[in-house]
């Protein structure tokens, strides 16, 4: 079997959602006129772009990343010279070509998410040729179902139709000042609330904070028993994470979402940087690497919660798989619960009772809509060749 072609679609930007809408804390909040809303800033990062690998045996893989024109540049210019004509079964050998051949200007960021997505492909594709769900392939599951928390600034409510957790985005940072961390601690305060004390609580502060600022709000929001900080820091900040977990003793620091490849999450890792790690299969090195992470990590009895697993159906075969994944984040965009891209992907998981487990049929189990994405891009049926 050998690959034939390697198609990329870069889906349009994403529909209107509290995610991009709404006053989320980020890295660029500390300037006002980019504080109220991600939109205002984001660019390209913000689109999807959907791969296909296609052999000269029919089988066809299908994956996800993204970074809209930035990683489809990538992909078409570099990475698909690597790929076309290899046995698309060598899943490993390819991931490590990749890698090497984008050492001088990668390792992180858009080069890694644009393997990370050739390589969900790969996996894809290899199930179906052996005609058998991911899970299967990657081992067989460890369990019958995964638990899931919900993802919203309602999160609360949301926790009351059966979903295990609930984690909210924090509006606020330091350049808000005290104020800005009462309002972030009255948010916790509503979500203890109207999930009671049984539920888990987290809260997602999106690499957005300072030390001084997660360890004030870890004091003031003492009460309402916070499960897990999620992203306090800037990703690279690996002394003060570090210094952030020494010194907070009832919190979980998590982190990680923004991490790439093994490499980085040793790092984390050697300097006890975080007691959560949440790499994203889409963007940390594919499944191929977050099985690496994931295995690293039971050796140091770390959970791995991987970055919105449930819309990655990728993301939740592995987790089937391996047995330090305890958790699955459903990040719910709006009142359907379905993803941005949505109209695109076909097969989108959706839990039930808190619950999501992979679908049976072979490979990853979604689908490409390439018509629908020729009508929202007016781009006809032809793919960046």
Not at 149 to 157: C, F, I
Not at 289 to 297: D, L, P, Q
Request: proline share 7%.
């Amino acid at each position: 079997m050998r690959i034939t072609d390697v198609r990329t679609y870069v889906a349009p930007p994403p529909r209107v959602s509290w995610l991009n809408q709404t006053r989320v804390s980020t890295p660029m909040s500390i300037y006002p006129k980019f504080s109220e809303k991600r939109a205002s800033w984001r660019g390209p990062n913000t689109q999807d772009v959907f791969i296909e690998v296609i052999s000269d045996e029919g089988v066809t893989g299908l994956g996800i990343t993204r970074g809209g024109v930035i990683v489809q540049t990538i992909i078409d210019h570099h990475l698909k010279g690597l790929l076309v004509g290899s046995d698309p079964r060598d899943v490993e050998l390819l991931w490590e070509q990749m890698y090497r051949a984008t050492l001088a200007y990668g390792r992180k960021g858009a080069p890694i998410m644009a393997l990370s997505g050739v390589d969900l492909a790969l996996w894809d594709l290899f199930a179906k040729w052996l005609g058998q769900p991911l899970y299967r392939v990657l081992g067989g599951a460890v369990r019958d179902f995964l638990p899931v928390y919900a993802t919203h600034p309602d999160s609360g409510a949301l926790a009351r139709e059966g979903y295990v957790g609930a984690k909210a985005p924090m509006a606020y940072g330091p350049a808000d000042g005290k104020d800005g961390l009462r309002k972030n601690v009255e948010v916790v305060a509503q979500m203890r609330e109207a999930v009671g004390p049984d539920i888990d609580i987290m809260v997602d502060c999106w690499m957005s904070w300072s030390l001084d600022y997660a360890l004030a709000f870890d004091r003031e929001a003492a009460e309402f028993n916070v499960r897990w900080i999620e992203e306090p820091l800037p990703p690279d900040d690996y002394d003060g994470y570090s210094e952030l977990r020494r010194r907070v003793k009832r919190t979980q620091i998590a982190t990680g979402e923004h991490e790439y490849t093994r490499w980085g999450f040793k790092e984390l890792i050697d300097r006890g940087c975080a007691d959560v790690l949440q790499p994203d299969v889409a963007w940390c090195g594919g499944v191929s690497e977050i099985r690496k992470v994931a295995a690293m990590a039971s050796a140091y009895d770390l959970p791995v919660i991987p970055h919105n697993g449930v819309m990655q159906p990728w993301a939740t075969h592995m987790m089937m798989t391996i047995q330090n994944c305890p958790l699955a984040e459903h990040i719910v965009f709006d009142a359907t619960g379905a993803t941005p891209v949505a109209p695109l992907m076909l097969g989108e998981l959706q839990p039930r009772d808190g619950k999501v487990r992979p679908r049976e049929e072979p490979g990853a189990g979604i689908g490409f809509d390439r018509e629908e994405w020729a009508r929202q891009t007016g781009a006809g049926l032809q793919a960046a060749q």
